[in-house]
């Protein structure tokens, strides 16, 4: 019998830009492989219309958010009351499919009792109500804190509130036990990220500089990177790269007076994997801990070492492959360390032995299981 399923997206997931559209589009492309009839919901806000999509999905429709006041709610998460759309509730209704949401976000119809017999699942790419608490704690705007401050305290009722309205599926296993002990959540399981690499390209030897990667106009990745900068390679003579999406006036000006670090701003796709692959190692310090950093996937797939400290790593079962540090110093001492350290062949092999558990292929049949066959 064929199988059919509405996927919601909080928002568009092609380009596969960032960690949930990356998440998103490989799940998509890995479920039509394996012959399931896609209805595809995007809430639409600035990517657009996306043909590619159109290769994957049975059908592709798009959806105002309601941004600013329109999508206040004084008792929803703004993430999700943002994103109530009647005319998406009406064509769901239209039939009985299984419906895979993509995020908290999207997650209104678990409140509407004209759903309350669906089968249902929540893609989680958060601990969301965490998530808020951790981006209140490193913005700089009084304005920004006081809306995370806000919204993670809604996520935190809302999340426990839908929690066990729908299966519920950890990106990592440490989103896993917040959501089994702290929010009361019983149907939930782990389903590993979807990522763009089917192979381990990362190769032996050395490489020829550090580099720190991720999407520069988030404001905790810009604090990384000015932190890289001043705490860490201040004392050091190693050549640091900075590249990324969007970086800011402020981040350019703190580079340019670092004599060994330069910035790349926008690199395309095979520019970023250049980079990656001629790298000597990743830096990668994280300044929020839920979910995974699908940056880290990329750098184990495609680099060589990989500097982490605990935020970017745990939970995430990667953490043998990375060299953890706690401190800037420790940071400094790790890089002058493996700095000269060719990459090895041991390594690689116990890569590629930790890794097949982001099979696209491994995990799309297992999702496949958990809708239609329990």
Not at 58 to 86: A, C, D, M, Q, W
Not at 142 to 168: D, H, M, P, Q
Not at 276 to 282: E, L, S
Not at 330 to 359: C, D, K, N
């Amino acid at each position: 019998m064929e199988k059919a399923l509405h996927i919601i997206c909080f928002s568009v997931p092609y380009p596969a830009d960032y960690g949930g559209a990356i998440d998103t589009f490989y799940r998509i492309r890995a479920l039509h492989a394996l012959g399931i009839r896609i209805h595809l919901h995007c809430f639409d806000y600035g990517r657009g219309h996306r043909g590619e999509l159109e290769k994957y999905c049975e059908s592709v429709s798009y959806y105002e958010r309601f941004l600013g006041h329109k999508g206040i709610s004084n008792t929803i998460p703004y993430i999700v009351s943002s994103r109530k759309n009647e005319r998406l509730l009406q064509r769901l209704l239209q039939d009985d499919l299984p419906i895979l949401m993509e995020g908290i976000h999207c997650t209104y119809l678990l409140t509407d009792k004209r759903f309350s017999n669906r089968k249902c699942l929540i893609r989680l790419h958060n601990v969301e109500y965490m998530y808020y608490r951790q981006l209140c704690s490193v913005s700089s705007s009084l304005l920004k804190k006081l809306y995370f401050w806000v919204e993670s305290r809604l996520l935190k009722a809302y999340e426990k509130k839908i929690g066990n309205r729908a299966t519920c599926l950890a990106i990592t296993t440490a989103d896993l036990q917040v959501y089994q002990t702290e929010l009361g959540c019983r149907q939930i399981g782990y389903l590993p990220a979807f990522v763009p690499f089917a192979e381990i390209e990362a190769t032996e030897g050395i490489g020829s500089y550090c580099l720190y990667h991720g999407d520069l106009s988030i404001e905790a990745n810009e604090q990384a990177a000015e932190w890289l900068l001043k705490k860490v390679f201040a004392a050091l003579q190693t050549p640091l790269v900075i590249a990324g999406k969007d970086p800011s006036d402020k981040l350019a000006g703190a580079v340019a007076r670092s004599p060994n670090a330069r910035l790349i701003a926008n690199p395309t796709e095979p520019q970023l994997q250049e980079l990656i692959g001629k790298a000597q190692m990743q830096v990668l310090p994280a300044f929020t801990a839920t979910g995974i950093k699908l940056k880290l996937l990329n750098a184990l797939f495609n680099g060589r070492h990989c500097v982490v400290n605990d935020a970017m790593v745990a939970g995430t079962g990667l953490e043998p492959l990375c060299h953890t540090a706690t401190t800037a110093r420790a940071f400094r001492e790790l890089i002058a360390q493996l700095y000269h350290q060719p990459f090895t062949g041991e390594e690689l092999r116990m890569r590629h032995s930790l890794l097949q558990t982001f099979s696209n292929n491994a995990n799309a049949q297992r999702l496949v299981q958990l809708i239609w066959e329990k």
